[in-house]
């Protein structure tokens, strides 16, 4: 029984490692998804609270966006306050909003064509205490006032996931493997 237990500790390592191998190789090539432009940053900042509505909203991409479908469509308490067409000026999208544009929670919703000609779309939120038109609003529970995130920490937490998620996975179905041979093999035996 030691020895079955010692090659059975044998086998799940070195399926674990093999797997662990695959996983990492399959990491180390990039994948085409990154060919895609992706949103760096937003003025507003995502989740973020300011003290008035700004005058307009700016959208940071990693590249040159295409104006192929482009729309920002910015939603707040009254609806729709965008103004006008967006405007691309180089990397940065902008969306000039109405003076009409009340305090409260905005969602800005954008649709640009990357570089490589695929769509992007995505939206982020911020909170704003006054609005253009000189209302006010207190921060609600439903309000984001959670620190903003850094989309490249979080794309890094869920890259390393993956890796660990694929040998947690594999070992699993190794040492199934394995517990299913012995047993075939004791009822032989017996
Ligand atoms: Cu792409």
Same mark, same amino acid.
């Given at each position: ?43 507003p900042g995502e989740g973020t609270s300011v ?20 729309? $920002?469509? !910015? ?6 306050? +965008?103004?006008?067409?967006?405007? =691309?000026?180089?990397?940065? &999208? /902008? ?31 911020f ?21 903003p ?12 996931? $993956?890796? !660990? ?6 070992? +699993?179905?190794?040492?199934?493997? =394995?517990?299913?041979?012995? &047993? /075939? ?6």
């Amino acid at each position: 029984m030691r020895r079955l237990v010692t090659v059975l500790l044998a086998l799940s390592t070195s399926a674990g490692v093999t797997i662990g191998f695959a996983a990492a190789a399959i990491m180390a090539f990039p994948s085409t998804a990154s060919a895609h432009d992706v949103l760096e940053k937003t003025t507003p900042g995502e989740g973020t609270s300011v003290e008035q509505v700004p005058a307009e909203v700016v959208l940071v991409f990693s590249q040159e966006p295409l104006e192929i479908g482009l729309q $920002v469509v !910015v939603t707040g308490p009254t609806g729709n306050v +965008a103004q006008g067409a967006a405007v =691309i000026e180089g990397r940065e &999208v /902008r969306q000039a909003l109405s003076s009409a544009a009340p305090a409260g929670d905005y969602t800005v919703a954008y649709r640009v064509t990357s570089e490589d000609g695929h769509p992007l779309t995505g939206s982020f939120r911020f909170f704003a205490l006054t609005g253009l038109d000189g209302s006010t609003a207190t921060v609600g529970p439903s309000a984001p006032v959670a620190a903003p995130e850094d989309p490249e920490a979080e794309a890094a937490k869920d890259s390393q996931l $993956v890796p !660990v998620l694929l040998t947690a996975a594999g070992t +699993a179905i190794a040492l199934g493997l =394995i517990a299913f041979v012995l &047993v /075939r093999m004791r009822r032989r035996q017996s």
